[in-house]
């Protein structure tokens, strides 16, 4: 990486000096954290398969299908902007609120505590598709069998490998931070708000049972399975197709049709090649809705100091193609 949050090397000296672990397992998979987890993954992916009858002729409504965006866009979010382009990547600087609130709108997202997927993502990039990548589809090898193989470990199973991301040597600054820290313990009580939330709307909205269930399957459940999924997807999927009009070490590719329901994240050769930038999607028509928050974060003061790409930096990245054809980076958010 270019720049952004310092990775230490070394390990604290002695037990005594270093701050509690941000995760309730420590680095230790083996955890209530981790077999919450588990469940909050096959739980909802049960009830995606369910919402299929459900949803043919009954059993859904609008006020459902609403529960299900804004919880759904509320988690990207706090995933795409506050996990990985701030408290990763250290696109830009935020106001203790909002450094706070980003770090709850992610928990939500339910993909596990702060502090581990961000020393997991920041392992990721220091090993991008190599050695000891935590999730690279090419782990196994180029034939179509081991690439198989290879998108199904970087899609999910890498979450229960026993190999073990040390969060002291990844993340020191957030374990430093005690409010953080405390957010990244409380995983499971984050993931029980974001579970109950749109029942406790949807019921109180019908005023039936019947509506609290539907609200908690469509606006709980299937918005859950749905959001994992589109986030693993750009460690497998964005990791083995896709354009790379930029130079970049590993194989990160563009997937057009995962860039809405991504939030942007599926720009992800820019990503790879300028970590740190704040916008991911930077060519002509590539939208870029975190791009576009942290833009409204930073003209109401909230932001500051953002990683904006600018055209110098982006033709110094970009692939060798005989004439270097130059296109216009979307600049303006």
Known sequence: MTAGPEVVEKTPKSAESAPPPATLGGDSKRSVEQIALLLFIIVPFLALVAAVPLAWGWGVS?????????????GCHGITIGFHRYFTHGSFKAKRP????????GSLAVEGPLVRWVADHRRHHKFSDAE????SPWRYGETVPALLKGLWWAHMAWMFDEEQTPQHKFAPD???DPAIRRISRQFVLWTSVSLLIPPLIG???????????????WGSLVRVALLHHVTWSINSICHAVG??????????????WLAILSCGESWHNLHH??????????????LDSSARLIRWFEQLRWAYDVRWPNA?????RRQENGSRRKDKAAQAA
Do not use: C, E
């Open 62 to 74: 609008w006020l459902d299908l609403g529960l299900l965006v804004a919880m759904y866009f509320i």
């Open 98 to 105: 909002l450094r706070i609130a980003l770090a709850i709108m």
């Open 132 to 135: 000891g990548d935590p999730h």
């Open 174 to 176: 957030l374990i430093k």
């Open 203 to 217: 019921g109180l909205v019908t005023m039936s049972w019947w509506g609290a269930f539907t609200a908690f399957l």
């Open 243 to 256: 354009k790379r009009p930029f130079k970049s070490r590993d194989r990160s590719g563009n997937v057009w």
């Open 273 to 286: 090649a300028d970590p740190t930038s704040a916008r991911h999607g930077v060519l002509k028509g590539q």
């Open 312 to 316: 110098s930096r982006l033709d110094s």
